[in-house]
């Protein structure tokens, strides 16, 4: 079923920079009437104030923070979409001294977040009259590479929860969409070492939004995800997306 963003109000985590940002400028550009830029430090996003008037509100949260997500809950009581795009990714292979201690990070932020995330706005979206929550979950939740190991099953991870949470949100009237990139011109993924291969983020707020005209629940934005994608769609369709009894 279509969803317009035409009068919409969206939350965007990590809206400072990177996808988040593009996605905040790409959906005001396109119809929204507000985003709350969900930020660890406010001050951060008052260039998108200046440019985007009462457009763009800041609001303080911070993935490894729960009380500072259910603050902001508070805050954006009228959104409409929430857009989890923050995500933390530092290297290691899994048999590094440090993996353990990686791991409990990636998956505080990439993991806990996204539950607490869902917990604190889920209530609002169904007040609201249903809405879309959209996870950033990156085409390593399907494909693991050694070189980032944590962030890697960190995702795969969230990958799971966002299943989950599109049955049972689905069941409020909410839509899910489980995003996943694959190498994106961002800091981040400048420090994983994409930078030769890595595509603008545009196409990431484009693939949402042309996903949320259809009924998808993946979202796979450029060259390598849809190469991914592909692959993966039977699987998708006949396993993942399937109404299958757990009995």
Known sequence: MSYDINNKVVLVTGANRGIG???LEFFIEHGAAKVYAAVRNIDSVKPLVDKYGQKVVPVTVDLGDDASIYEAAKIAKDVNIVINN???LKLGEVLNENIIESLEFHIRINVYGLVTMAKAFAPILEMNGSGVFCQLNSVVSM??????SAY?????ASYSITQSLKELLGKQGIRVLSIHPGPIATDMGDSAGLTEIAEPPILVAEAILEALKGDNFH???DSMAKQIGEAYQSFAENVVEANISEG
Not at 143 to 148: L, R
């Open 21 to 23: 940002k593009v996605i």
């Open 86 to 88: 923050a995500g933390v």
């Open 143 to 148: 494909k693991t590479f050694p070189d980032f």
């Open 152 to 156: 890697c099953a960190s995702k795969a």
């Open 219 to 221: 979202v796979f934005p």
